[in-house]
């Protein structure tokens, strides 16, 4: 381990040295990041998932900056040009660019104008009009330079001024200057295409749009870039070439008047339009979509956690519903265990004269499987089969219930080899209506099924750089599914293979254990799984739970490592394993403090309060904390509302520029981030989550585009 970087890290981010060496080591032996963050507190300082992740991230992005620095000196040195101040220059860069651009005079350059200069011997020529003579002939100078590659007096002027421009364009400063100042005074800048395909005008503010680099925001640096890809616009940085130009000529002439500053002059302006703005516009534009990307992605990873850390619905009978005009809404009942009842299908969403069969088959299964929610989705047709369904509930007076979830992902787990495994019988749609059903029932474990990306919360994740996305994402479901914990006894193969240490293959193989001894009845039988050794067990135990156990630490958040510490502090307590869960257990350890705890046992702080954690709520998850869905029994539609109405919406995303919330209607409506505090606020995350329940306000309502503008504060 390097302890430089280490100590960089810990200045940067005021983390213990300490903690990120003992990070950094658990990593380094094949210890998980959840593993580590729930287990391993007393070793890190308490640090969580995120933070043990980023301490990776950096420490791998310092290595490989290192390594490369000692990589260019090497390559500078070799060449008998290396001076003390480039090599503190190159050790004192904190970015790989930074690193580039001071070996980039020294780099071995393709075919440019000036290496074919150079090769045809205008070296010396050029060399001799950047040393600044007060008394120079270029005819003269460029007469000695003549010869069979060098036909005439102009060709040997050209080739040097080319040599001179590439020079100038090598120049550190001169691009760290470009490249400072764009940031500070560069306008991003959009024209639409004569000949575009933007039939819809998705594109229309950006037809003739300008704004600040230093200001642009995230969303519109991707929404530009989209749509250049398309061919819709074309983007470009604006600046004041005259004030860059004439920076890099004061530099090179260092401010002398002599007898070759008006071809340095020409020569600046070359270096600068030909070579250092166009590389520098691309490096800019390059870290603005980073930075963009970035975000979009932070924010997409705190959207789908938030989602999958929805309420569970427990303990109820779910009619799922997948919504269609010609095909016909595809209907899976499921029981409180999500096991399929039936399958059927209605016509509901297409006019016709009479709807007495569809309403029949509804009413049959609604009685016949004691259905208490109607679960529909939210993509086409769901607004139609809403409005369905809440008048067969008020004609028939029935004691039902219906939501809208999002069914985004529903169709490409449909479609998939898990989705086909799981019911080779049935049809695409069909599995999609179970989908819904199961993921209103418990939304973890549905949602696993899915590949991250398809799940639809956030914005621009089809232009992202999709492994970084996958790695982020997959850490994401990771995190979640450990944070709840997991029954070994019902958790399909998706599910186990994100518990910490575990793969797809150990996920089937302890499903095909558990098919062929039956259920789990303590955690030690994990041991007997195929392929299952000692550092997978013990990456993995302490997030599997085992219900009906005959040790009752077997289906808590309690490691078996430290079953022993759990039993010396109930008996230091006075309680018993009986005693987990109950109002007894919550008395004495609310009235017990954990110092005393500490210096009675010779326990550390983290672990004294895991254990009382697990005593007084030992089936406790993050989801606990989230609202449940908002159940319907009417609808609304655009016409019932007026300016300044109350509602409650559920929030289906958030973006940068605000939320998307859920009020009933067709579509969702939008919180613009200036309508969602009385203060100014940086990101919507600020005020609210991916499922969080809201009451809203309308704020503005257009008939036309039926959009609907909303507010959280009082209109």
């Not at 309060?609 to 609808?635: E, G, N, T, W």
Request: charged share 30%.
């Amino acid at each position: 381990m390097n302890n430089d970087i280490i100590k960089q890290i810990s200045e940067t981010h005021k983390i213990k040295e300490s903690s990120i060496q003992n990070v950094l080591d658990m990593l380094q032996e094949g210890a998980t990041v959840p593993f580590i963050a729930r287990y391993r507190k007393e070793k890190t300082g308490g640090l969580n998932e995120d933070q043990i992740r980023d301490i990776s991230t950096l420490y791998e992005y310092q290595v490989h900056l290192l390594e490369r620095k000692e990589d260019v000196i090497r390559l500078i040195n070799e060449k008998g040009l290396l001076t003390e101040e480039l090599k503190k220059d190159i050790l004192k860069a904190k970015q790989l660019s930074e690193v580039e651009d001071l070996y980039r005079p020294f780099k071995e350059k393709k075919k440019t104008k000036a290496s074919i200069a150079i090769a045809k011997g205008l070296e010396p020529f050029a060399e001799a009009i950047l040393k600044l003579p007060n008394q120079f002939n270029f005819e003269i100078e460029a007469q000695k330079y003549i010869n069979e590659e060098v036909k005439t007096v102009e060709e040997a002027l050209q080739g040097a001024k080319d040599i001179i421009a590439e020079k100038i364009s090598d120049e550190p400063r001169f691009r760290k200057y470009t490249k400072d100042m764009i940031h500070k005074t560069g306008v991003i800048a959009s024209k639409v295409k004569k000949t575009h395909s933007d039939e819809n005008g998705t594109y229309e503010m950006y037809y003739d749009y300008s704004e600040k680099v230093s200001t642009v925001a995230n969303h519109r640096i991707l929404a530009m870039n989209r749509a250049e890809k398309e061919k819709v616009l074309s983007i470009s940085i604006v600046i004041d070439q005259d004030m860059f130009v004439n920076y890099i000529y004061q530099g090179t002439t260092r401010r002398r008047d002599t007898a070759v500053n008006e071809c340095i002059q020409e020569c600046c302006l070359d270096a600068f339009k030909r070579l250092i703005f166009p590389s520098v516009e691309r490096e800019i534009r390059s870290e603005l979509t980073q930075r963009a990307q970035e975000e979009a992605l932070k924010l997409f990873s705190i959207n789908l956690e938030k989602l999958l850390l929805q309420a569970p619905l427990k303990e109820k009978n779910i009619l799922g519903v997948d919504p269609a005009f010609r095909t016909g809404c595809k209907l899976a009942a499921i029981d409180s265990t999500g096991m399929v009842l039936e399958i059927n299908k209605v016509y509901i969403t297409l006019p016709k004269e009479n709807y007495k069969q569809d309403t029949k088959i509804l009413l049959d299964m609604i009685k016949k499987h004691n259905i208490d929610i109607i679960c529909i989705g939210n993509g086409t047709a769901s607004r139609e089969t809403e409005a369905f369904i809440a008048k067969l509930i008020k004609d028939y007076q029935l004691d039902v219930q219906f939501v809208i979830v999002s069914e985004a992902g529903a169709s490409v787990y449909s479609a998939s080899a898990i989705a086909k495994e799981e019911f080779p019988d049935y049809q695409v749609e069909e599995r999609s209506a179970v989908s819904i059903a199961r993921r209103l029932q418990d939304p973890l474990s549905e949602l696993v099924k899915i590949e991250p990306k398809a799940i639809s919360v956030g914005q621009y994740q089809h232009d992202m750089n999709q492994k970084k996305l996958t790695e982020q994402l997959d850490f994401v479901v990771e995190k979640a599914v450990n944070q709840v914990g997991v029954n070994v006894n019902t958790a399909s193969p998706s599910l186990l293979q994100y518990v910490a240490g575990l793969s797809m293959t150990h996920a089937k193989n302890i499903v095909s254990f558990r098919e062929e001894n039956g259920k789990f009845t303590s955690r030690s039988q994990l041991k007997k799984v195929k392929k299952l050794g000692a550092k997978t067990f013990e990456q993995a135990v302490g997030f599997l739970r085992i219900p009906q156990a005959k040790e009752i630490f077997d289906n808590t958040g309690i490691h078996p490592e430290k079953y022993k510490e759990a039993s010396l502090l109930l008996n230091h307590l006075g309680l018993t394993k009986d005693d987990i869960g109950t109002t007894k257990a919550k008395d004495i350890i609310t009235q017990t403090s954990i110092k005393d705890v500490m210096n009675a046992l010779d326990f550390d702080e983290y672990l004294v309060q895991d254990l009382f954690d697990a005593f007084v709520a030992p089936h406790r998850s993050p989801r606990d904390d989230y609202s449940a869905p908002i159940l319907r029994q009417d609808v609304l539609t655009i016409d019932d509302l007026n300016q300044g109405m109350k509602l409650q919406g559920v929030v289906r995303n958030i973006v940068d520029f605000g939320a998307f919330v859920d009020i009933g209607l067709k579509n969702d409506g939008l919180v613009h981030i200036s309508k969602m505090a009385k203060r100014k606020i940086k990101s919507p995350l600020e005020i609210c989550n991916v499922g969080d329940i809201v009451d809203v306000y309308i704020y503005e309502v257009d008939k036309n585009k039926k959009r609907v503008a909303l507010s959280l504060l009082e209109v």
